[in-house]
Every structure is written in C-alpha cells, then in structure tokens.
C-alpha cells in the first residue's frame, strides 16, 4: 500500500511546489524508498500540448508520448525515474472521463455532480498510477493557489483520500511565501497564516509548511508560524533562495525532514539517508571556471522556462565536462543580427513551431558553419540546419511545407501519415522511438552504442527525396529509424560539431548523468573556448 504526500500552495503561484515536492522525493529516495509523483493542473486543457509557452512554459513529454506540464521534467531529473503521462492529471483529462462514462451508461441515470463523481474520478486515476508503480510514497503536487475556485474539487477529493486510506498513509505539505518588507525591516507571517487557515477551511489541516523567502528566516519567526498555523516548529522548513535547485534538498535534509515524514508516515525503513552523491552532483554546478558561453536562439527566449529542460540539460554538461555554462538568450526575430554571435562558444537552436524566427535561426546556422562554431539544433533546430545548408548548395528557394506549402524544394515536409490529422492535440509523433546509429560519427563516439531510444514531438521529417542531396553536399546521416526510412540525425563533414536531430534530447538529460549529445556539444565548445583564447594570446 503506498503513501501519499500532498503539495499545496499558497500566498502566490510559482513559488516552488514542484521543486518542493520533488526534493522531498529525492529524500525520501535516499532512504533507498520507490518514489513516483503526480501533478494535478486544475485548467481545463485536456494536456499541456496547446497551450502557449509564454503562459505555461515548457512542454514536457513523457517517454509514453504524453504532453505534460514542466514539473513532471522536475521529477523526473530529480528521482531519477520515468514517469507515465498518467502522472499529469488535468481537470480536462477528470472531466472527459467522467463524460464519457456518463454516456456510456455507467452511472445507472444518476445525476452526475463534482461529488462524488468527479471526486471519485479523480481519486481513481490516483489509484491507477499506485497500481500501475507499486511505488512506496507517491509525491502529489496541487497546481495553482489554495482558494483558487478551479482546485477546489481536486482538493476535496485527496480530503477524502486521506479519510478512506488512514490519516497514517497521508500527508499534507503546504507551500506559501514569506515576504520581507524592507521598509519595515521585518518578515511578515501574516499570509502564511491567512493561506493555511484557508486551507484548514477546506477540511485539510497541514502536516508541514514549507516557507519561501528571499533570506533565512530566524527560528522566532518559524515559531510564530507554527504556533499560529497549528503544526509542529520541526515542521515549519524554511527554503531560502539558493545557489541552484538542486541544492533544496540538501536544504530540506540538513532541516530532517526526510526523518519527520518517516515517523509520520509509519514507513518501513532500515538504511540511512544517502545524499553524498547528489551533493556531489550540487558542487559540480557551483563550478566557476572556466566559463562557457552558449546562444540559445529562439523565439520564446524572454521566458526561460519555455525552454527549462534545455537550461537544465545545459547545466548537467556543463558539470559533467568541469565548466560554468554562461547562457545567452538570443531572440531569433526580424531584427536578428549575427554579432550577437561572436563571444558564443556554441550556438543551440532549440524546437518550436512556426514561421516566426526562423529566419534568425537560419542566420546562426549559416553563421556557424563559416566559423567552425560548434552548433546544435534540436527538432525545429535540425530543419533550420536543413534548409541553410541546401540554399547554401545549390537550392536557393529550399524551405519547409510548415512555412511554405508550396515551397520548390521541400527539403522538409510533414510526415504521410500526419497530413490527414485535422486536430492539434497530442496528435504528434509523440513519445520514445528507436534510432540506430551510424558507426565512427561524433553521435556514435558520444552515446557510445548503435541503438538508441530518444523522446520526440514533431510533424514535420527530413523530406527523403533530398536525402541523397543532402549527402553530395557533406551532410552525414547518422542516425535513422530502424527501418532506415526516417532521418534521426545528421552532421556535417568538415566542422568541428554540428549536429542535428529529430528528438529531443533534453527531456532525458539528468543532473547526475547528463544526456550523450549534450555531454559532447558542451566538450566541443570547451575546446572551441581554448583554442580562441590561445589565438587572441
């Protein structure tokens, strides 16, 4: 029978639950305990597929082909695990369910209401995901704010799993914010208070509150929290900012949190908590020399969690190769101009849809290969590589059909089987698919093995009735599907790195192993970085 540990927000949103929760996670897997997480979106998407990345950042896709929310990414570089998209649970998914049982005549002529059917729904899903994991505590993170009206039946629902699975095999968490105000010089505990009472109003008293803040907050604070909120003071954690994510759960155990769960949670344990390893994985981020800049240029670069499992995986390279990553965020836009380039020592053009910026993106290829700068291009990243490189030889009007349909050389086109779908979610090649890869390439030489599994989401596929003159003008295939009819990866002969691939690789790049290719472009601008400071000596 598993546990559960729930996380709730408060005060403000995006204030850390996820992180919150998958630090807890990671604790408790030091105890050498199987730890999976859920996260609940309260909107009414049926996915996170649709939604613009400006409002809800990154997509995150599951090794099951699912579109989910970025937290799931946090999970997973935190437990070290794969998680199902049944994990992302949206009050679309509850509802679409609930419908069509409805329709079905399940509920015998019952007048179908948010209690107990949608409640019942949504703890049904949660017991599918301990079925399916048989994992000791399953971690569920709440989205949004307590009191938001869209939470409500999701909230209700874990009161009532606390009620049916024993209040010793549940527990609450809740997340607020702690605000300092200078001008009168003092931290003010005051929302705290007013969010747990809201809370507490929702028939949940919680086990644990977890306060953010810009600085540590002194133990009389702690204690007014506590005494006011009605939790243990060992319960009351504060998670001051830090250096680096990866550092909260070193944060949260130096606080014991991971024993107070234990004893609250009656869990069977009989090792000792081991955070050596992922202390190790934090003083490799802290690195500061030498410093490696990267341009990411694409086109939702004024919000970096559109692109947070780039940054992370970045990250995880960086510390494998003993470097500090410098990201420069470089807007791929009509006013795109290469010299943002010259202090790069590698260039990433990330995935994305559509025409806008594509142009840039364009540029910085063409930039990189005349500099033998390294470059890496991820999904939308590897047709800008594509195209430049066949208007570069001899096919001037080169395109893709996603941005001209009726371009003369389509040297990138939608797949046959996707030109008949009308409906935009999750109707992508989505999720884990075979790459077989070529031998004596810099892809061979950084996964170190033929078969590879790596994790997509795209329409549009190198057009094979270019692939030959892809080939004439120095372009490697070096990966392709099992049945050598799909392009996976490319490179190009005579440059120091430049490769690109269909997948996207940084949804499995993890701190404590950082993804093959990402390792290897990180090496390559380690080395471009050396060899231009020893022409400017």
């Known amino acids: 029978m598993s546990k559960y540990i729930v996380v709730t927000g408060g005060v403000v949103s995006s204030i850390g639950k996820g992180i919150t929760s998958a630090s807890i996670g990671r604790i408790l ?162 929302p705290t208070q007013h969010s747990t009472k809201e809370l507490r109003g929702l028939g949940i008293n919680p086990d644990m509150i977890v306060c953010r803040s810009e600085l540590p907050l002194a133990a009389d604070i702690k204690n007014k929290i506590a005494h006011f909120c009605d939790v243990q003071p060992k319960a009351v954690i504060n998670t001051p900012d830090a250096h680096s994510i990866y550092e909260v759960p070193l944060i949260m155990h130096s606080a014991n949190v991971g024993d107070f769960i234990i004893n609250r949670l009656h869990l069977d344990v009989d090792t000792k908590p081991d955070l050596y390893g992922w202390s190790t994985i ?16 694409g086109k939702y670069t004024e919000l970096e969690d559109a692109y947070i499992s780039i940054r992370e995986a970045l990250k995880h390279a960086g510390a494998e190769n003993k470097v500090k990553i410098e990201i420069d965020w470089i807007k791929a836009d009509d006013e795109f101009n290469t010299d943002v380039l010259k202090e790069c020592d590698g260039l990433l053009i990330p995935g994305g849809f559509g025409e806008r910026g594509i142009q840039g993106k364009l540029e910085a290829v063409k930039y990189a290969i005349e500099n033998k700068v390294p470059i890496f291009g991820i999904c939308l990243g590897l047709h800008a590589m594509v195209i430049e490189l066949a208007r570069l030889n001899g096919y001037p009007d080169a395109n893709s059909t996603e941005f001209d349909e009726n371009c003369k050389y389509p040297v990138i086109d939608m797949m046959e089987k996707q030109k008949e779908i009308k409906n935009m979610g999750g109707t992508m090649r989505l999720g884990a698919y075979p790459c077989l890869i070529k031998e004596k390439t810099i892809s061979y030489e950084a996964f170190a093995k033929k078969h590879v599994l790596e994790r997509h989401r795209h329409r549009y596929e190198i057009n094979n009735d270019y692939r030959d003159a892809l080939e004439k003008m120095g372009v490697t295939i070096a990966g392709v599907s099992p049945d050598d009819f799909l392009v996976e990866i490319i490179e ?46």
């Open 29 to 190: 897997r030091s105890y050498g305990l199987n730890v999976t997480a859920i996260k609940i979106d309260p909107y009414l998407n049926w996915d996170s597929g649709t939604l613009n990345p400006y409002q809800h950042g990154e997509v995150f896709v599951t090794e099951d082909g699912m579109e989910t929310d970025l937290d799931l990414g946090h999970y997973e570089r935190f437990l070290d695990v794969n998680l199902s998209g049944k994990a992302n649970i949206t009050t679309g998914k509850v509802y679409s369910s609930v419908i069509e049982k409805e329709r079905r005549g399940d509920y015998l002529g019952s007048c179908v209401q948010i209690i107990p059917h949608i409640t019942d729904e949504i703890k049904l899903m949660i017991k599918n995901i301990e079925e399916d994991t048989k994992a000791d505590v399953i971690m569920i993170e709440v989205g949004g704010t307590v009191g938001d009206i869209e939470s409500q039946p999701f909230i209700e629902a874990l009161r009532q799993l606390r009620n049916t699975e024993g209040q010793e095999n549940c527990m609450f968490v809740h997340v607020t914010y702690v605000p300092y105000l200078r001008a009168a010089g003092e931290f003010k505990t005051k």
């Open 282 to 297: 934090v003083e490799d981020l802290k690195i500061d020399k030498p410093e490696i800049n990267i341009g990411v240029i």
């Open 492 to 537: 190009l002969e005579d440059h120091p790195w430049f490769v690109g691939c269909q997948s996207h690789p940084e949804f499995k790049s993890k701190p404590n192993k950082a993804h093959p290719l990402f390792a290897s472009f990180i090496k390559a601008a380690k080395e471009y970085n050396k060899n231009m400071d020893v022409k400017k000596a």
